[in-house]
């Protein structure tokens, strides 16, 4: 969605938070203004939703604790 987010901005519709690698030539060229230069995006936190059973299988498992250990410190 990023692309078009970018456009609607560059064609002066709004704000957008998009990354900065995918817009840095707009930047440049000036066809997009950094707003804000000192703020951080922070992501917001990952949630890993399935069905309840008493084993999980190993998969699922897997990827539990890859996201855990992935996302531990934010």
Not at 37 to 47: A, L, T
Not at 49 to 71: G, M, N, Q, S, W
């Amino acid at each position: 969605h990023f692309p078009a987010v970018k456009e609607q901005a560059v064609a002066g519709l709004g704000i957008a938070l998009i990354p900065r690698f995918i817009c840095e030539n707009e930047i440049d060229r000036g066809d997009l203004l950094l707003l804000l230069k000192d703020w951080i995006y922070i992501p917001p936190s990952v949630f890993l939703l399935f069905p309840y059973r008493k084993e999980l299988p190993h998969t699922v498992r897997v990827l539990a604790d890859f996201l855990i250990e992935r996302f531990r410190h934010r």
